[in-house]
């Protein structure tokens, strides 16, 4: 019986302390404490250390820090009807304690299915070659889309990260043939606006040599030049300029001979 008795008291104490060791909570700088009092929102505690009261508060611990969430792969279907697998990582943060606890269940689970959802529905809206060129717009739409629909769950979404785009074996020989095209299109390009450019060169160059013949002397003298510089079998005799142009005046003065012409007999 006194043993009993014993074993009945010292279930008391063990009681008693921990009812008040339930009493005293310790919260970091980084958390806060929701309180609730016989089941209704009471305030918002901490951080520091926080009493309460036994069997008629309760405390739940919410944590100020950033979060960084991984969204899991996504398969959409872009505008273009190219079928992708999109994957992100999403940082966001609670800003009202209060909102976190009372008007979402789980705002962890909450964040990550509608980002996943959020993900699928702006991205089917672009074209694949926005999806993998126009990265930072996507992401500040996303962000600020996120961020206006976790306001009334007390959450701030501060970024989100597109992190890789996979396509199938099909599309990525198709967009290497594409981009083979296009670096093909600009070389002829190049090439055409080389030549054009050199046509017009040889152009000028002809127009000023016609006006200086000086220049033309020494174009031909520089020619010579480089033709007995090289080791070549071709003998080069040089005439002097003035000689081709005395030919030339001679053949030009000398009377055209026509077979039908009467004969004068003197």
Known sequence: MIIDFLYFQLLIVILV???FASMFRILRE???????????????KGPGFIILIPLVQQMVRVDLRIVTMDVPSQDLISKD???????????FRVLDPQKA???VENYLEATSQLAQTTMRSVLGQHELDEILSA?????????RILDQSTDNWGIKVTAVEI??????ESMIRAIARQAEAERSRRAKVIHATGELEASKQLLEAARMLGQQPEAIQLRYLQTLTEISSDNSKIVVFPLPME???ILQKMSSDEPSEDPDAPTEIT
Do not use: C, S
């Open 30 to 44: 980084y958390e806060r404490g929701v309180v609730f009092l016989l089941g209704r929102f009471y305030k918002v």
């Open 101 to 103: 606890i009372i008007n």
């Open 243 to 245: 000689l081709g142009k």
């Open 163 to 168: 992190k890789h785009v996979d396509l199938d």
């Open 17 to 19: 302390v921990m009812l």
């Open 81 to 91: 009807n190219v079928t992708v697998r999109v994957n992100a990582v999403l940082y």
């Open 135 to 143: 990265r930072d717009t996507l992401n500040a739409d996303l962000q």
